[in-house]
């Protein structure tokens, strides 16, 4: 029974947590002079499926999930956007704030599942991340902020390629591993576990002279 109580008294911060997270958000964007409000939502049967689902119930322009990793769907801000705020905001918006943090390998790949079944569904997903790999993984567009200001704005292969991490590490951000890597090699921008492969691969292909 303890055991039991610590669970119910755990979750139950966790889901508190999340709604003043929430509440946070909708203060912050009534201020701002959009309309939104806060509202719980169940995974079902899928954290994707169920934003969409709310999203289009509430004719929202934009999602905000308000609180870090999977739990995040526990909670989310639900309202419009203007097009001067978010680019393309003529379609579904869903934003994420460090979706990765605190999550293992496998809460990772699952975020990783979420987003790119929020993309193929039409949506657009902007996420706050300092996980180079999963922007890397997720994302077409990077862009990269010091002191409220955008110093890098390009795919994952502009950005994270060599000649910009020293403007990487001014923001205390560092290239994923796998470019790391590529540039070690001298493979140019592999900014992906995949790309990285694939250009080993054409090396090792390449016919000798």
């Known amino acids: 029974m303890m055991i039991d109580d610590a669970v119910r008294n755990f979750d139950r911060a966790a889901e508190d947590e999340a709604a003043a997270t929430a509440d946070e958000g909708v203060d912050l964007a009534t201020a701002a ?6 509202v719980t939502l169940e995974a079902e049967p899928s954290v994707s499926a169920s934003l969409i689902r709310s999203g289009d119930e509430l004719q929202a322009r934009a999602v905000v999930v308000g609180s870090r990793g999977r739990s995040a769907i526990k909670s989310a801000l639900l309202g419009s956007v203007s097009p001067a705020i978010v680019p393309h905001a003529g379609r579904r918006v869903v934003v994420v704030n460090e979706p990765t943090t605190g999550e293992d390998a496998r809460g990772v790949r699952r975020v990783e599942a979420i987003v790119r ?19 890397a993984d997720c994302f077409e567009r990077v862009v990269v902020m010091r002191e409220g200001m955008v110093i ?3 795919s994952p292969a502009e950005v994270f ?8 590490s001014s923001t205390y951000l560092e ?27 054409t090396r090792g292909s390449a016919p000798s002279a």
């Not at 002079?33 to 806060?38: I, K, M, Q, R, T």
């Not at 079944?117 to 922007?135: K, N, P, Q, W, Y």
């Not at 591993?177 to 990285?196: E, F, K, Y």
């Open 152 to 154: 890098l704005d390009g």
């Open 175 to 201: 290239p994923p591993l796998a470019a790391r890597i590529g540039a070690a090699l001298g493979l140019g921008s592999t900014p992906t576990d995949v790309r990285l492969v694939e250009q080993l691969g």
């Open 33 to 38: 002079g959009l309309n939104a409000s806060a």
């Open 117 to 135: 079944e929020l993309g193929d569904a039409g949506r657009t997903v902007i996420a706050i991340s300092h996980d180079m790999r999963f922007v």
């Open 161 to 168: 390629a060599e000649e910009h991490w020293a403007e990487l």
